[in-house]
């Protein structure tokens, strides 16, 4: 069996030692070089050609973002990022991941060395991920996220009218899912039903996610918190180690966030997140499998499927990893397979020749 082939990119000679110690305990992976910059990293990758490279984002001489741009436009590759758990953290990880970068683990801020070790499984997990992720050549540099209070984008389709508050749509995604959930409510007019989604992430990160993309969308986009009212025109994210559901109270329904125990290994889990639209909102419910790892949610999206639900799921030529929308397609839960691009508009035709008066009632 070949082994996966790993440079490792950081300039503290503790992470690297760390890193690569963790990699090499591996039987299917292998460090096979350890750079304390991107300009000694730039030779490994040209003379060792990794299958994988980890890259820190605060470097000297140039930091990981650049050399991450500069990575992605000339010699794109799968990248894990290991950036430190802060709020400039979780911004500048964001921003990775819209320049291509797989995945990323979130390192501790103290206690480096034991806080490394207990994420070694984590680690190795996304290495094995991104050594078999569809990267893409980025073909220019993504324009910076739009400033809090910024004007909102043109829609790019026709407003849907006065909709009914009876429908939602729920969405979940994890490796890659960042960027795809951004492209499909991007393209949803200010109207459109409510929008909830379990987005594989740790705490610290989906505020600051959040916050990017409802700078980005017509929709107001917001981290879910408990009991708070889910509403149209408003798309809402499980916050980071902590689960999301929705309950009906009275004619509304509510979001409910809490911490139980990790399902299907994940909190949030796009299983819990599913089970309740499954159970509560039934036929009132469109859903959307978007690119990730594993199955989560794979069960429950069939369930939402049974209880009258229209599902979708990402094709793998659009996904970054076609974990969980395969196994959505193999558990018999999807009505569609369809690109990442078509995913909005399909669903916004489908609410309009479907949902009848419902749309336009007061």
Known sequence: MSRTRVVVVDDSALVRSLLTEIINRQPDMECIGAASDPFVAREMIRNLNPDVITLDVEMPRMDGIDFLSK??????????????????????????????????????????????????????????????????????APAAPAAPGAAKPAAPVASLGRLSTEKILFIGASTGGTEA??????????????????????????????????????????????????????????PGGQHLSVERSGANYIARVQVGEPVNRH????????????????????????????????????????????????????????GMPREAIAAGATHEVLPLVDIAPHLIERLRTTAGPSLNRV
């Open 71 to 140: 990575l992605m436009r000339l010699r794109p590759m799968p990248v894990v990022m290991v950036s430190t758990l802060t709020e400039r953290g979780a911004d500048v990880t964001l921003r990775a991941l819209e320049l291509g970068a797989v995945d990323f683990v979130a390192k501790p801020k103290v206690g480096i060395a034991d806080g490394l070790r207990l994420l070694g499984q984590d680690i190795t997990d996304k290495v094995r991920i991104a050594a078999k992720a569809q990267v893409r050549k980025l073909a220019a």
């Open 267 to 322: 909190m949030p889990s796009v299983e819990v997140l599913f089970k309740s639209a499954a159970r509560v909102v039934g036929p009132n419910a469109l859903a959307v499998m978007l690119t990730g790892m594993g199955a989560d949610g794979a069960k429950a999206m069939r369930e939402m499927r049974d209880a009258g639900a229209y599902c979708v799921a990402q094709d793998e030529a659009s996904c970054v990893v076609f």
């Open 181 to 238: 959930t951004k492209e499909v409510l991007r393209q949803l007019p200010p109207d459109f039903p409510a929008v909830v989604i379990t987005q594989h992430m740790p705490p610290g990160f989906t505020k600051s996610y959040s916050a990017r993309l409802d700078g980005l969308c017509r929709i107001r986009v917001k981290e879910a918190t408990d009991g708070e009212r889910v509403l149209p025109g408003h798309a809402y994210i499980a």
